[in-house]
């Protein structure tokens, strides 16, 4: 990292005040930009190393920076999966810019100056220059990025690589990129050079649309939020005692019987196939796999509603919408149970290119010992017999080992024998300790929404643990990566999803990307202290935490020409 001074910058007066308010920090661009005084048209410079999460290296250079104008182009290597992150790159700076940043499948050293070059070096028919490879593998997610006064060159080995490549990029710009509308600033990029990879391969976020049901918008919206910072899951809990939220043609009335409720009695919702394609299909343009989680055997009550054959009594529940666990769960004795699993995770699986299907598994306390073992195991192998590997909390760890087995850790307490016996016999893990990152805690006890079961968790208390070390007897090896689960009892607005996420979510995106060497509180707070003009910018809902020094203003220069209409999500 640079080792350049940081500044803080003034915290907001009324942060403290009223950290939890949350029409105050939902304004529209155009009125932010509206409220901009003055005509100075020089953004704030940004640093190399302010980006979110912390790059691996940073080598600054002062004396350079870049600068797009109207003449600017981009130029990527002829792959399709390059091109399409080139495409990417241009709708996230048009709007803002004004400019047409035209893309070319061309990345000649000898070109034109004024370029954003995108370069697959490990594609053999334009492999980058070797005084301009990295001097180290950058694997399957790393790139480099080097910005002098003439170009930005960006380069990585695959397409995933170059994707958190350009949002880099993005972060480097002034925090005015985010408007919607045309703005007029000096569009600078800090000069240097940065070389990045992920610590974990794993990093990602957990959306509850079974307490609550949220839209597909609501979604692939919560999706852009996870890329913006290097998150690369997206774990869909799908069904749940207050709803069924996924179509499966061979039982009907789960969606449509099963998906007609939610907790306080609103209407529901459930996603069709093709809705459930679309946020693949989105999440998959943005780098992000969707990991969707099918509940069993407790957490059921929805599907006993719709089909209460498949219950232990076979007779139908009511709908359930308060927010209690562990009552129902499906009847392990009997084969037609197994079909339904069979059937529903055959279903889901073929409408899921990843490779992970998550089984749940937690809070079945009606099914216990061997009964619960033995159902597990048999789930295991219906996972298995679709080609995806099984995943589920850490309540599985009794069961017998599967290749490729996952577990999802939540404890609160880290000396965890069960699920370190389950590690020596094969098990990975991806890390969510609940009172480190469940986002669905409160940030203070004031919070209007939100738990507190394991504890409050403000912004320090979610970046202040070590994913590699954090369970006893477990070595780092061992662990796939980090996980923020929203659970949303009391969640029941994008609005709040927001506001539980940010400014959290970013602390976890850099447990999950940075190296161990760059983790450093004060640091940290400093960096994410400059992107709340980001997030106001584009709209997103945040909590002022107090423990951030917030910028007193958002700074947003002035328009330049006549908005236009843009509703995409950024």
């Keep these: 990292m640079s080792s350049l001074p940081i500044s803080s910058p003034t915290p907001e007066p009324s942060a403290a005040a009223d950290p939890v308010a949350l029409p105050a920090h939902q304004p529209e661009a155009a009125d932010l930009a509206a409220r901009t005084a003055g005509d100075d048209l020089l953004a704030p410079a940004v640093r190399l190393d302010d980006v979110v999460p912390a790059p691996e290296r940073v080598e600054a250079d002062p004396t350079a920076s870049f600068v797009l104008t109207a003449d600017t182009t981009i130029r990527v290597t002829a792959d399709p999966g390059a091109r399409a992150v080139a495409d990417h790159l241009a709708e996230l700076l048009r709007p803002a810019t004004g400019f047409l940043l035209p893309v070319a499948d061309d990345t000649r050293t000898d070109g034109p ?66 408007s919607p509308t045309p703005v007029t600033t000096r569009w600078a990029l800090p000069g240097g050079t940065i070389l990045d990879r992920p610590r974990f391969p794993y990093r990602g976020a957990m959306l509850d649309v079974a307490r609550h049901f949220f839209t597909v918008e609501d979604v692939l919206r919560v999706i852009d939020h996870l890329a913006r910072y290097k998150l690369n899951h997206l774990h869909l809990h799908l069904t ?67 089909y209460p054959q498949l219950a232990p009594d076979k007779l139908a529940p009511p709908p359930y919408t308060g927010t209690e666990v562990g009552f129902s769960y499906v009847d392990p004795a009997d084969e037609q149970t197994y079909d339904f699993i069979a059937d529903v995770l055959g279903e889901v699986a073929a409408l899921t290119p ?20 033995d159902f597990v195991e048999r789930a295991q192998r219906i996972v298995a017999d679709t080609g995806k590997a099984v995943v589920g909390w850490h309540q599985l760890a009794p069961a017998a080992h599967l290749d490729g087995r996952v577990l ?30 469940y986002l669905d805690m409160k940030y203070a006890q004031d919070t209007p929404i939100g738990h507190d079961w394991a504890g409050l968790i403000d912004v320090r208390r979610a970046y202040d643990w070590d994913p590699g070390t954090h369970i006893a007897d477990v070595p780092s090896t061992a662990v796939l990566g980090v996980e923020a689960p929203l659970w949303t ?78 509703t995409e999500s950024h």
């Design 240 to 306: 749940d005692d207050q709803g069924w939220r996924i179509a499966v043609d061979s039982w009907p009335k789960l969606a449509t019987v099963g998906g007609a409720s939610e907790v306080g009695g609103g209407p529901g919702g459930r996603y069709t196939k093709a809705d459930y394609r679309r946020i693949v299909s989105h999440a998959a343009a943005r780098h992000v796999t969707v990991v969707p989680e099918i509940d069993l055997p407790g957490h059921t009550n929805a599907a006993l509603v719709a």
């Design 408 to 437: 999802q850790w939540w404890g609160t307490d880290a000396d965890d024998p069960t699920t370190a016996d389950a590690v020596r016999r094969g098990a990975r893990l991806i890390l969510s300790p609940g009172n480190h990152a």
């Design 489 to 566: 009892e009391s969640v029941t607005s994008l609005t709040d999803i927001e506001f539980m996420l940010f400014p959290r979510l970013p602390a976890i995106a850099e447990l999950g990307w940075s190296p161990r060497a760059t983790h450093d509180w004060d640091g940290f707070r400093e960096r994410l202290a400059g992107h709340g003009p980001r997030w106001s910018t584009a709209g997103i809902t945040f909590h002022r935490s107090p423990e951030i020094p917030w910028p007193a203003t958002p700074t947003v220069p002035r328009q330049n020409r006549a908005p236009r209409n843009d």
């Design 113 to 178: 100056t004024g370029t954003l070059t995108l370069t697959l070096a490990a594609t053999p028919a334009s492999p980058a220059p070797a005084t301009e490879r990295p001097t180290t593998d950058l694997g399957a997610q790393g790139y480099r990025l080097d910005v002098t006064a003439a170009a930005v060159r960006l380069v990585a080995d695959t397409p995933t690589g170059l994707f958190y490549g350009v949002q880099t990029i993005r972060q480097l710009l002034p925090a005015a990129v985010e």
């Design 354 to 373: 990843g490779p992970w299907l998550h089984i749940g598994g937690d809070e079945a306390f009606k099914v216990k010992g061997a009964v619960y073992t």
